[in-house]
């Protein structure tokens, strides 16, 4: 069973991306369904849904490329981990990257990005950042 299971769907992403695949699998979490709405949104994947094998529910995820092939991920990182926590207030959530990369904040109205954090003067947790 994995510990962590935001950092292994993002691992799995970032290999799959840097191997030119089409489409990888993660297991399924609520948590993971809502970071992959927001990546669909902004169009780092271009789909992604729910399949059963053996009983367990998966999430296929369709990657994104552009016309020359090359991987829209430049970069995905995991920056709050199990053994250190990372929040931020919604001051210090303003724009990630000039505006071309996202951090996905986990707050009290849901999973949402730094940009709709900073606009609904939320702070949280922050998951992930992906450019």
């Given at each position: 069973?994995?510990?962590?299971?935001?950092?292994?769907?993002?691992?799995?992403?970032?290999?799959a991306?840097?191997?030119?695949?089409?489409v990888?699998?993660?297991?399924?979490a609520?948590?993971?369904?809502?970071?992959?709405?927001?990546?669909?949104?902004?169009?780092?994947?271009?789909?992604?849904?729910?399949?059963?094998?053996?009983?367990?529910?998966?999430?296929?995820?369709?990657?994104?490329?552009?016309?020359?092939?090359?991987?829209?991920?430049?970069?995905?990182?995991r920056?709050?981990?199990?053994?250190?926590?990372?929040?931020?207030?919604?001051?210090?959530?303003?724009?990630?990257?000039?505006?071309?990369?996202?951090?996905?904040v986990s707050t009290?109205?849901?999973?949402?990005?730094?940009?709709?954090?900073?606009?609904?003067?939320?702070?949280?947790?922050?998951?992930?950042?992906?450019?």
């Amino acid at each position: 069973m994995v510990n962590d299971i935001v950092a292994d769907s993002l691992t799995r992403i970032r290999n799959a991306s840097m191997r030119r695949l089409e489409v990888t699998e993660l297991y399924y979490a609520k948590i993971v369904v809502s970071i992959l709405e927001i990546f669909k949104a902004r169009g780092f994947i271009t789909n992604f849904h729910t399949v059963e094998k053996k009983g367990k529910p998966f999430i296929s995820v369709e990657l994104a490329y552009d016309e020359k092939g090359r991987a829209v991920i430049n970069e995905i990182k995991r920056l709050s981990k199990p053994g250190r926590r990372v929040y931020r207030q919604s001051k210090e959530l303003k724009r990630f990257k000039n505006g071309y990369g996202v951090v996905v904040v986990s707050t009290s109205k849901g999973v949402i990005t730094n940009e709709e954090a900073y606009k609904q003067n939320v702070g949280g947790e922050v998951l992930c950042s992906i450019w």
